[in-house]
C-alpha cells in the first residue's frame, strides 16, 4: 500500500488536550481540532485508511538532517509539541 502525504493549504496553529483512556490505561488519545478537518478533507472520508509516522530526535544534529531531507523532499512535516500542565 502507498503512502500519500497530506499537505495543508495554510499554517495551522492549533492546540488541544491529550485524553486519558481506561481501557488502554495510558494518555493515548488526541482529540483533533475542527481546524486541521478544514486542511485536510481527507480525513472527513470514512472508508479510507490513515497512518501517521512519529519521530522523536534526542539531539538537534540529527533532528536538522531529517528537517534537511523533508525539504528536499518537498514534505510537509507536521510538529506535535507535549506538554504537562499544572
Not at 44 to 59: G, N, P, Q, T, V
Amino acid at each position: 500500500m502507498e503512502k500519500k502525504p497530506l499537505t495543508p493549504r495554510t499554517t495551522i496553529n492549533s492546540e488541544g488536550k491529550v485524553h486519558y483512556s481506561e481501557s488502554f490505561q495510558a494518555w493515548n488519545t488526541i482529540k483533533l481540532k475542527k481546524e486541521l478537518f478544514s486542511e485536510f478533507p481527507q480525513l472527513k472520508e470514512k472508508r479510507s485508511a490513515f497512518s501517521y509516522k512519529l519521530i522523536y530526535h534526542r539531539d538537534k544534529k540529527e533532528l536538522e538532517k531529517t528537517i534537511n531531507v523533508l525539504i528536499k523532499n518537498k514534505s510537509t512535516p507536521l510538529l506535535l509539541f507535549l506538554y504537562k500542565e499544572d
